[in-house]
């Protein structure tokens, strides 16, 4: 398991003086080590046993208190006990996460990503998978030392601005997808992952806190067994609505990996690196939560969509139903008198307009269309197509 930090951003020019101080505590310990344990013995027959119980007794719970607010404020740590705190906390957290983080094949390329339900569900980046749903990706975790592969299927993604994408894990042989065209693939017995599925739960990244430590980790170059989970320490140091910015390093290949609170809770995943390996993007984990049922069905948010049909002037009469368009294969017809969308009362070609902003209307999404033909109400159900 590889750790990297950034020093001075990270702990402050007080780092040094903690090093110099930990040397100092270390070497005072190894000579005094015999007297310290002969003083406490004696200690402890003159004092109280009750006495000594209440006082220990505070002193953890003061302690526990100072490391929760250490790992959740972003302060700096400032004593040599805080530093190993944090060591072994950070090492904890990256053994826990470790099984559900899984390395991407589509083709030629590669990324990383998270199991997030027991199910299969698998957070990645879009760019990771393409904007083609339906696609077989392989998929490599690590179990007990040896890589271990499943296929997946790729579901939607919302690309542009916000770089995020889902995959559901499948069984059995599939077809791989690749970037120079489609070959079949079988994992053999010994290779296939079989059992439960590894996951890690999602968090809110809406509450993070500016300083907030993060543990950021993928598979970089492919998974490495030799080399273990790649993790890195690092804060937040801008989070906004569609993206969240650390100071996590970042190489290629981590795209689509995981990005963690202390709570061992996905918050984030690795999306863009900035202008310095140390000033990268993420897409904040609230954006898969509010679209996950779009995302789960195949939708491809943000892309230019079409329902293949038209209105009168500013009507609600239609005027052109495209043929083998979405409208036409739904069973639409010229003439036809739009009275509602969805649960939205239309009149006029005003509302029609408002309706669909007030909508998630992406490639894939279904939208209950009501007409009037003539004296009979039908109900069409229309798949939304990729403009173009």
């Not at 490599?140 to 542009?160: H, M, N, P, R, Y």
């Not at 990244?205 to 320490?233: E, F, N, T, Y």
Request: aromatic share 6%; net charge negative.
């Amino acid at each position: 398991m590889t750790f990297s930090c950034l020093g001075k951003h990270l702990f402050s020019s007080r780092f040094s003086e903690i090093l110099g101080l930990a040397l100092a505590v270390s070497l005072a310990i190894c000579w005094q080590c015999e007297s310290v344990v002969s003083q406490e013995d004696v200690s402890q027959e003159d004092v109280a046993p009750k006495e000594v119980a209440s006082t220990n007794a505070n002193e953890d719970s003061n302690s526990a208190e100072a490391h929760q607010e250490l790992l959740f404020s972003g302060r700096v740590p400032n004593s040599v006990d805080e530093l190993k705190f944090m060591e072994s906390h950070f090492a904890e957290l990256a053994e826990s996460v470790f099984p559900a983080t899984v390395n991407i094949q589509m083709g030629q390329s590669q990324g990383s990503g998270v199991v997030v339900s027991s199910d299969g569900y698998i957070l990645t980046a879009a760019h990771v998978i393409g904007n083609s749903p339906g696609q077989t990706a392989l998929i490599t975790f690590i179990v007990d030392g040896e890589k271990k592969q499943i296929f997946a299927e790729t579901l939607g993604v919302q690309a542009g601005t916000v770089d995020s994408g889902m995959l559901k894990i499948k069984e059995g042989s599939a077809r791989f997808s690749g970037r120079y065209g489609v070959r079949p693939i079988k994992i053999d017995k010994e290779n296939r992952f079989e059992g439960d599925y590894p996951y890690v739960d999602i968090g809110i990244s809406q509450d993070l806190k500016l300083g907030q430590w993060v543990l950021a980790v993928g598979h970089p170059g492919g998974i490495d067994k030799a080399r273990g989970l790649v993790v890195r320490v690092g804060r937040i140091i801008d989070n906004r609505k569609t993206s969240l910015r650390t100071d996590c390093t970042l190489v290629g290949g981590d795209s689509g990996g995981p990005l963690f609170d202390m709570n061992g809770d996905v918050i984030g995943i690795h999306s863009r690196i900035g202008l310095t390996l140390a000033d990268n993007l993420h897409v904040p984990a609230d954006i898969f939560s509010e679209k996950w049922d779009l995302m789960a069905s195949g939708v491809i948010i943000n892309g230019k969509g079409t329902l293949g049909f038209s209105v009168v002037d500013d009507t609600n009469e239609i005027e052109k139903v495209e043929s083998k368009g979405p409208a036409d294969k739904a069973g639409m017809k010229v003439g036809d008198i739009v009275t509602k969308v969805q649960r939205n009362k239309i009149s006029d070609k005003r509302d029609l307009s408002k309706a669909f902003k007030s909508m998630d209307v992406w490639p894939n999404t279904i939208i209950k269309i009501v007409v009037q033909r003539g004296d009979e109400e039908k109900v069409l159900r229309i798949k939304v197509a990729k403009k173009g």
